[in-house]
């Protein structure tokens, strides 16, 4: 079992940042893929980026990959997403995610990560 605590979510105006974390226990991440999931209010989930916890690989949604940086502390068992320049449409519940397979799989299978976090909010206004 993997667990995933999700934490910096808040409210900001359009424009600033935000640094969210996900801390995971349980398992050694070294063979998973970590990454980011959010949904929107009455919409569907969406992928937003993620690593292969081993090698660094990196797999980022086009409308973020400008804007947002996802890092780790491998040491820390810490996923990191920074995000810039926020938009209003980046409002959603932001969920951390572990699974097996590649970020490029999970990129069109989003449903079938292995673990989720309890979420955090990201609120925008413009």
């Not at 959010?38 to 804007?67: C, F, H, L, M, N």
Request: charged share 20%; glycine share 10%; proline share 2%.
């Amino acid at each position: 079992q993997v667990q995933l605590v999700e934490s910096g979510g808040g409210v900001v105006q359009a424009g600033d940042s935000l640094r969210l974390s996900c801390l995971a226990s349980g398992r050694t991440l070294s063979r998973y893929t970590v990454g980011w999931v959010r949904q929107a209010p009455g919409k569907e989930r969406e992928y937003v980026a993620a690593i292969r916890w081993s090698a660094g690989s990196t797999y980022y949604e086009g409308s973020v990959k400008d804007r947002f940086t996802m890092s780790r502390d491998k040491a820390e068992n810490t996923l990191f997403l920074q995000m810039n320049n926020l938009k209003p449409e980046d409002t959603a519940v932001y969920y951390c995610a572990a699974g097996i397979h590649s970020g490029d799989y999970y990129h069109t299978h989003n449903d079938q990560w292995d673990y989720w976090g309890q979420g955090t909010q990201v609120s925008v206004s413009s």
